[in-house]
């Protein structure tokens, strides 16, 4: 069946660590997406990529970083630099043509705190 | 730009009462609308969706309309179950270019038995 796999579902983080959260999908999706969820709260987007080595930064992208070698897989780094890496993050995928009506679909995520 | 304003929550209902959430939209055009659900701990998963105006969504006993006079995508059941205890997120996506889809901050409903 196809779908969006994001690993690990539980991670934890040192403070002054970076870690790589995992997302792949064998959707053959074009478009891949990174957000962040905060407990009782919205979506907010981290980073974006709409082909293979091409991405742009969303609403929050400091203290973030990403890669899109391959187009099954668009891993997020959270450095460092990012001071409330506490939260759930979310990947989608979609077609990303323009009269793609399905929306997106999702992982299951991932859930990171800082001990 | 484009925004959804949805139903602050939270929406705490007994089991078999009538739902109703609100969605309304601002965007060029005509977006296609969605309603996703996300369950505790889990991502969001696509619960209907409508592509133009005066099309009906529905699955799983939920149903939305899209009223494009009224720029409004209201999520409706006629009798909510414990399961139905989860996060709504009202959504849009123009339907040009590559845009992205448009979330609203999600309402928050729990059935009580």
């Known amino acids: 069946d196809g779908g969006i796999t994001q690993s690990p579902k539980y991670l934890f983080r040192k403070e002054g660590q970076n870690v790589t959260l995992s997302c792949e999908q064998n959707?053959?999706?074009?478009?891949m997406y990174w957000y962040r969820q905060d407990p009782g709260q919205g979506l907010r987007l981290i980073y974006y990529?709409?082909?293979?080595?091409?991405?742009q930064k969303g609403d929050i992208a400091e203290g973030y970083s990403v890669s899109r070698e391959k187009k099954e897989s668009f891993p997020l780094t959270v450095t460092s630099a990012q001071k409330n890496p506490t939260a759930f993050y979310l990947c989608a995928s979609s077609s990303g043509t323009a009269h793609d009506n399905y929306g997106y679909t999702f992982g299951s995520g991932t859930r990171l705190t800082v001990v | 730009g484009n925004s959804v304003t949805q139903m602050e929550g939270p929406v705490t209902l007994s089991e078999e009462a009538f739902l109703t959430i609100n969605c309304t939209y601002t965007a060029t055009g005509y977006p296609s609308l969605f309603w996703y659900v996300q369950y505790p701990g889990e991502g969001l998963q696509l619960l209907l969706k409508?592509?133009?105006?005066?099309d009906k969504g529905s699955n799983k006993g939920f149903e939305a309309t899209y009223r494009k006079e009224t720029t409004s995508f209201h999520l409706e059941k006629g009798s909510v179950q414990v399961s139905d205890s989860a996060v709504y997120f009202c959504?849009?996506?123009?339907?040009?270019?590559?845009?992205?889809?448009?979330f609203g901050t999600g309402t928050r409903l729990t059935i009580i038995p």
């Open positions: 959707l053959n999706h074009d478009a």
């Open positions: 990529s709409q082909i293979v080595n091409d991405f």
């Open positions: 409508a592509t133009k105006a005066d």
């Open positions: 959504a849009l996506k123009p339907n040009f270019g590559n845009e992205k889809l448009t």
